[in-house]
């Protein structure tokens, strides 16, 4: 009996260890494929451009003109918001749909503080994302892909094995099949969400998860989804569960 | 938008040298881009930067369509007396930024 039950356990073990899209330790961040200035950049909090977005994000989360500031709440953010990021995407009972960071936040912001929705990509919304996730930093990531959470993420599965566009690619062929390999004079990552929002280079701004998706489908020719749309929110989630295990590194600095 | 981020050690020397270091939230648009109807996006660069310390200028940079957006200085100023840094910049727009550091000496 006992033998059946270290049996079953084992197998169970098994069977969750395959259900990972990248073995826990073949997991690597992105920050491994950057070259030297980026991570420089990224592991000094005085010169990561990032943390102009932080501090942005800090006077938002206290600003109360209109009433309710988000500390009005939330209080501290390095308490109430500490591993949240990492939770996100997550299931959202009041909007009855998954919600990336972003939409979480617009949500509490018209729900609750009673205001207009911040723009996606713009610096406030932005700022709040990177102050809420910065709180996050060096957590691993944990997404929950139970419950009324499962459907967006077979969704999001769907779309990343799928091939897409005129070059008729897939997500996973590229971050899945030749992570490591060079695509020009770029180094193909796992394309983990984990140091998301993000200062690119290329960008000489901050951006979000959804941008970068957005990016990659561009490169792809494929038609790239809008703001907000289910799709990004769904991959969002699937990428959230295949780099579970991944510190949380926001504001990343990347080329 | 003239958010800035400023570092100054928290307690200096006198006569000793402190590292002072400043990133400035600026798009620095050089003129060059288009916006999504091809119609050219004026340049809008930080132009002048200076710093001065109670009153006195310290540093001071000309800065051009060729420094990357969101400019990061970083100098070293002789510490004398506790005071304060002002930083002043201003862009092709006429805008301008300022900012503010304590600076301690013991």
């Known amino acids: 009996m006992k ?3 270290v049996l079953l356990a084992l197998a169970s ?5 395959q259900q990972r899209a990248l073995p826990l330790d073949a997991l690597r961040p992105g920050i491994e494929f950057s070259g030297a200035d980026a991570r420089a ?3 000094d909090d005085l010169a990561n451009p990032g943390f102009l977005w932080v501090d942005r994000g800090e006077k938002l989360w206290r600003d109360s003109a209109a009433g309710q500031s988000c500390a009005s709440c939330h209080g501290d953010a390095s308490k109430s918001m500490r591993g949240i990021a990492a939770r996100y995407p997550a299931y959202d009972a009041n909007a009855g749909a998954v919600l990336d960071l972003e939409a979480r936040i617009n949500d509490c912001r018209v729900r609750r ?3 207009p929705a911040l723009q996606r990509e713009s610096d406030d919304l932005l700022g709040l994302t990177a102050y809420v996730a910065y709180q996050s930093r060096g957590m691993p990531l944990a997404a ?3 419950g009324p959470a499962r459907v967006t993420f077979e969704r999001g599965r ?3 094995y799928a091939r897409h566009g005129q070059m008729n690619l897939s997500c996973a062929l590229c971050h899945e099949q030749n992570w490591g390999k060079r695509l020009y004079a770029e180094t193909i990552s796992q394309g983990h969400g984990n140091a998301f929002p993000e200062y690119k280079l290329e960008w000489q701004s901050l951006g979000s998860l959804q941008r970068r998706i957005r990016a990659c489908m561009y490169g792809i020719r494929a038609e790239m989804p ?3 749309a289910p799709e990004l929110t769904d991959v969002e989630l699937f990428l959230a569960w295949r780099g579970q295990g991944l510190a949380v590194e926001s504001p990343g600095v990347r080329r | 938008m003239a958010d800035s981020r400023i570092n100054v050690p928290p307690e200096n020397r006198r006569g000793e040298l402190f590292e002072v270091r400043i990133s400035i939230r600026d798009a620095m648009e050089t003129g060059y881009r288009t916006d999504e109807s091809g119609r050219p996006i004026p340049r809008n660069v930080i132009r002048r930067f200076a710093c001065r310390y109670n009153g006195d200028p310290v540093f001071a940079a000309r800065t051009s369509s060729g420094i990357a957006a969101n ?3 970083r100098f070293f100023v002789t510490a004398r007396e506790s005071g304060t840094l002002d930083f002043e910049w201003i862009d092709d727009a006429g805008t301008r930024g300022t900012a503010q550091a304590t600076i301690k000496v013991a």
Do not use: M, N
């Open chain 1, 41 to 43: 950049l990224q592991s």
């Open chain 1, 158 to 160: 769907e779309f990343y």
């Open chain 1, 3 to 5: 033998v059946a039950l």
């Open chain 1, 226 to 228: 809008t703001y907000g």
């Open chain 2, 71 to 73: 400019p990061y200085f």
């Open chain 1, 113 to 115: 503080q009673k205001r």
């Open chain 1, 144 to 146: 929950s892909i139970d």
């Open chain 1, 13 to 17: 073990f098994c069977a969750h260890a």
